[in-house]
């Protein structure tokens, strides 16, 4: 990410552009700690969009009129900003996908389906989302692979030597978030992408928690594959990116068949576009990419270094902020994190504490964060999780503590 780098980050003017954080909510103002789970969108985003719908609605890719190519190369562009964004090597190799979770299917189905055998090993962490499970899941249960597990510390990092360790000639293919959703840890993938590397075993990286926060370079992280979801990246649901490599796409079959994806169809047979049309069947989320892509100009224009400052002083703030409290217990105490915190406290049920934080105008989440694997190896339900992004402020962490030291009174 480019932008204005040296400048300091000016959030009560970078606040201004959502228009969502000026609400109340029961008669108090906003507090929007639930960023990992979905982000607010700026308002480029939310006139891109608008756009789109009252000014160049039409079919991408089909038409030839002036409507389907201002759509065409509004759609498209999102790929170009996508690649820029992500540091990829080639426009050709992002797959526009509905999110992560389409994106990880993807490859479990078109990748790893045809490739695994009984006996072959799909190696994961602790800290996986369920989006990084169960598809991994669903392939071993029809080719009679197994899923190993990498295990992270207390203290919520994965342990590098074991998953190095983990990586024996049986894997085929090793899958790791690049952030924890629940945990905030940044995982060291640079590293583990090279120790797969050098054993010849293919990388996909959970990038859903890590695009919003830490500047992504594919070409120096040295994975195969990396997934990413568009609307925690302050853009609209129902967009997001598949990367992988061009060799590793050309050898992919479809996994969804229709229009958009081929080259010729006949009824004795079809020949498929290249990638990655080839994986991009049916009438796309065009609007939706049209909005990603003004999310990712809106990013260029704040950079990520004035970005990585304020969430880090955030982080730094909310830590000590719930150090401080007797009786909250932290999960995720990485060297290195994201602005997201989960937490418990003594004698009260993570969804009440939600619920009454609410009724201050609070958003936290309370839940399994889709990590249920996560929550047994800490031996918890649930955790309330804070997530912040750069919107957020010093005088919200303040709130937030005052409110939690005051609900959980009436919980005790
Ligand atoms: N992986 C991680 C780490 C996530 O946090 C999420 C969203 N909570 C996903 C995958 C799934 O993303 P999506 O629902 O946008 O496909």
């Known amino acids: 990410m480019t932008g204005q780098k040296g400048r300091a980050f000016d959030v009560a003017r970078v606040r201004e552009d959502f228009p969502l954080l000026a609400r109340t909510v029961h008669g108090k103002p906003l507090v929007y700690f639930d960023s990992a789970n979905t982000a607010q969108k700026p308002?480029?985003?939310i006139e891109a969009v608008d756009r789109y719908y009252r000014e160049f609605n039409a079919n991408v890719?089909?038409?030839?009129?002036?409507?389907?190519?201002?759509?065409?190369?509004?759609?498209?562009?999102?790929?170009d900003k996508?690649?820029?964004f992500l540091g990829a090597p080639s426009r050709e190799e992002i797959v526009l996908t509905s999110g992560t979770t389409q994106a990880i299917n993807l490859v479990a189905y078109s990748w790893a389906l045809p490739r695994l055998r009984a006996g072959d090993e799909?190696?994961?962490?602790?800290?996986?989302?369920?989006?990084?499970?169960?598809?991994?899941?669903?392939?071993?249960e029809r080719t009679g692979a197994r899923l190993k597990v990498a295990p992270i510390s207390e203290r919520g990092e994965l342990i590098v030597d074991r998953f190095v360790d983990a990586l024996t000639p049986s894997v085929k293919l090793a899958a790791v978030a690049h952030v924890s959703n629940v945990l905030g840890t940044i995982n060291p993938v640079a590293e583990l992408a090279r120790a797969a590397r050098k054993r010849g075993i293919p990388l996909l990286v959970d990038g859903s928690q890590a695009a919003p926060h830490v500047a992504v370079d594919l070409r120096t992280l040295g994975c195969d594959f990396y997934a990413m979801t568009g609307h925690k990246l302050f853009g609209p649901t129902g967009t997001g990116a598949l990367w992988a490599r061009r060799e590793i796409l050309r050898e992919m079959p479809p996994f969804f068949g229709g229009g958009e994806m081929i080259r010729e169809v006949r009824f004795d047979g079809t020949t498929f576009a290249d990638p990655p049309h080839r994986f991009e069947a049916g009438t796309p989320n065009i609007a939706g990419f049209v909005g990603l892509g003004a999310a990712i100009d809106y990013l260029d224009g704040l950079g990520h270094a004035a970005i990585g400052a304020h969430e880090q002083a955030l982080l730094d703030h909310l830590t000590e902020a719930l150090r401080a409290m007797p009786g909250v217990r932290l999960f995720g105490e990485a060297a290195h994190k994201v602005p997201v915190v989960s937490f418990l406290v003594d004698g009260a049920h993570a969804h009440d504490l939600a619920t009454l934080l609410d009724h201050e105008g609070i958003a936290v989440r309370s839940g399994h964060h889709c990590a249920h694997p996560l929550m047994q190896f800490f031996g918890v339900p649930a955790t309330l999780r804070a997530s912040l992004a750069f919107y957020n402020t010093h005088e919200e962490i303040e709130r937030f503590a005052a409110a939690l030291a005051r609900v959980r009174t009436l919980l005790a």
């Open 82 to 84: 996508l690649a820029r």
């Open 61 to 79: 890719a089909r038409a030839v009129h002036q409507l389907g190519e201002e759509a065409t190369a509004a759609y498209e562009s999102a790929r």
């Open 43 to 45: 308002r480029a985003v």
């Open 122 to 140: 799909i190696l994961v962490t602790t800290m996986e989302h369920h989006a990084n499970i169960v598809p991994w899941q669903l392939v071993c």
